[in-house]
């Protein structure tokens, strides 16, 4: 599965981006999806992540209630809304896939990774 993410930039604390991560395969909707995020100087973190059918989703705890994820199979492409954006949520978001969904909430080693797109949240 190759993953190709977008929609990063800079934008003022308090506002939103909406990233978005389309995928090649066409088995994209069997896939479960998720972001992650690597600010500088430190370890890549789990963000978000939804089913593959799309009925279920999860959050780390410091993004619940302002990041959105959800999925649209018929465009291979998962989304992430981001808002009320914090200078703490500046990093660079990877969006992954696994047929295992616990390799993505329960580790960062899922096996499909798409490039990053930078986010900057400026205070």
């Known amino acids: 599965v190759q993953l190709q993410a977008s929609g990063g930039g800079l934008v003022q604390a308090g506002g939103s981006l909406r990233l978005s991560c389309a995928a090649s395969e066409r088995t994209f909707s069997r896939y479960n999806m998720g972001w992650f995020r690597q600010a500088p100087g430190k370890e890549r973190e789990f963000v978000a992540a939804i089913l593959w059918t799309g009925g279920r989703t999860y959050y780390t705890d410091s993004v619940k209630g302002r990041f959105t994820i959800s999925r649209d199979n018929a465009r291979n492409t998962v989304y992430l809304q981001m808002n009320s954006l914090k200078p703490e949520d500046t990093a660079v978001y990877y969006c992954?896939?696994?047929?295992?969904?616990?390799?993505?909430?329960?580790?960062?080693?899922?096996?499909?990774w798409g490039q990053g797109t930078q986010v900057t949240v400026s205070s």
């Open positions: 992954a896939a696994d047929a295992v969904l616990t390799r993505l909430t329960l580790t960062t080693d899922p096996n499909y």
